[in-house]
């Protein structure tokens, strides 16, 4: 009778014998919530990238956050694939993370407050840390910020990290932490896929999404922490938290930014200045 009870147990997870071979029978197994490792083995990457290039791959459910350090030269592709995501993203500087995405002068500085295709994201010592190369979405914000506990607790009820309704804050923080940074260097982020006006009275209004299957490709300058918290946005208008997935690629693409570093000539004197500062720290320390 022992025996028949061990054996029985085996197959389950009431032993760690049992608990082992369960664990090891999901090897190989893809949710739609994981990233996958490794990215090479995404199964639908973009027809024009070769899938051994691949750094990064993952969909981001509604109310999640997801990180990782990125290369100079990486190509970054965000997709809203139901038209209900809201990727809120911070950078910092991998190789100097107390230089971070600077959303103030991400606005300021190229006199626009609209993100879109040619947009750099500037950090506070005025270099690009990356640039919007491509955009078929156009509903982004720069002014707003992400949502916060207060907030999410007022709208929702909760805003805590393991609620139903978590604040992008909360996760950034978390993020950040996973990196060795503090809340005190989690700065105010960009969000994309929820589009934001300025009124003629000053007012802000939301403009929500542009729908599914809508996209926004990155080229990093400088090599960089990524953080990307998929929650509502403040603005949303909509009384329930039903944040969609998220599909975060990443891949290696230098040719792309030497293309981009290779029209810099032809792009505003602002723009310009800011790419200089950044090809100009990278010279300094990398022969």
């Not at 997709?79 to 600077?102: F, I, K, Q, Y």
């Not at 509903?139 to 999410?152: F, P, W």
């Not at 993020?175 to 503090?182: C, R």
Request: proline share 7%; aromatic share 6%; with cysteine.
């Amino acid at each position: 009778m022992s025996t028949i009870t061990e054996t029985q147990n085996a197959a389950g997870t009431g032993t760690t014998a049992g608990a082992r071979e369960h664990a090891r029978a999901q090897a190989g197994t893809i949710t739609d919530s994981m990233p996958v490792v490794p990215a090479s083995n995404w199964p639908n990457p973009p027809a024009d990238v070769d899938p051994a290039s691949l750094t990064w791959a993952e969909t981001v459910p509604g109310g999640r956050y997801t990180g990782k350090v990125l290369a100079r030269g990486t190509r970054i592709r965000l997709r809203d694939v139901t038209g209900s995501a809201c990727a809120h993203m911070l950078l910092w500087r991998a190789d100097a993370p107390w230089e971070r995405l600077n959303v103030a002068d991400t606005v300021k500085v190229p006199w626009q407050a609209y993100l879109s295709s040619g947009h750099p994201l500037l950090s506070d010592q005025g270099r690009a840390l990356a640039t919007v190369v491509a955009d078929d979405s156009g509903h982004h914000d720069a002014l707003c910020g992400t949502s916060t506990l207060a907030g999410n607790t007022a709208k929702y009820g909760s805003g805590h990290v393991h609620s139903t309704s978590p604040a992008g804050r909360e996760m950034f923080t978390l993020a950040a932490a996973k990196h060795g940074l503090t809340p005190a260097d989690v700065a105010p982020s960009l969000s994309f896929f929820h589009g934001v006006v300025v009124e003629s009275d000053g007012t802000l209004t939301s403009k929500g999404s542009a729908g599914h299957d809508k996209s926004v490709d990155l080229i990093l300058h400088l090599p960089c922490v990524v953080a990307i918290a998929n929650t509502a946005h403040p603005l949303d208008p909509s009384p329930t938290f039903d944040t969609g997935p998220l599909e975060v690629l990443a891949w290696r693409a230098a040719a792309d930014l030497d293309e981009l570093l290779a029209g810099v000539a032809q792009t505003d004197p602002e723009y310009q200045r800011a790419v200089a500062n950044s090809e100009d720290i990278w010279a300094a320390s990398h022969f």
